[in-house]
């Protein structure tokens, strides 16, 4: 575990449901090719804040990866109906990007 991974750990086991610490900690897993860890932290984010919409991009990236298409549709498409529902319009044109380059 390297030294940004530990404390990004210390600061969530005193805020296991800061959103911002798990999205940290699974691009840092995203980085390290260790998929299934990146994905208990994203959907630990979606379980305390599904409005979360820079989750979305990076969670339908990493389905792509793992060559599950549908999940990552239906990923984007969820990330923009909420990006759009907030008014998130920078997160909105990088899910619709995604979409159309699916």
Do not use: W
Not at 2 to 16: V, Y
Not at 43 to 55: F, H, P, S
């Amino acid at each position: 575990m390297t030294d940004r991974q530990q404390k990004l750990m210390h600061l969530l086991s005193e805020t296991p449901n800061d959103t911002f610490l798990l999205f940290a900690m699974g691009l840092e897993m995203v980085k390290e090719n260790n998929d299934n860890k990146a994905l208990e932290f994203f959907n630990k984010i979606l379980a305390v804040d599904e409005n979360y919409c820079a989750l979305y991009y990076h969670l339908g990236k990493l389905y792509e990866r793992q060559n599950k298409e549908h999940e990552a549709m239906f990923t984007y498409e969820k990330g923009l109906h909420i990006c759009k529902k907030l008014n998130e319009q920078q997160n909105y044109n990088e899910l619709r990007s995604a979409l159309d380059m699916l």
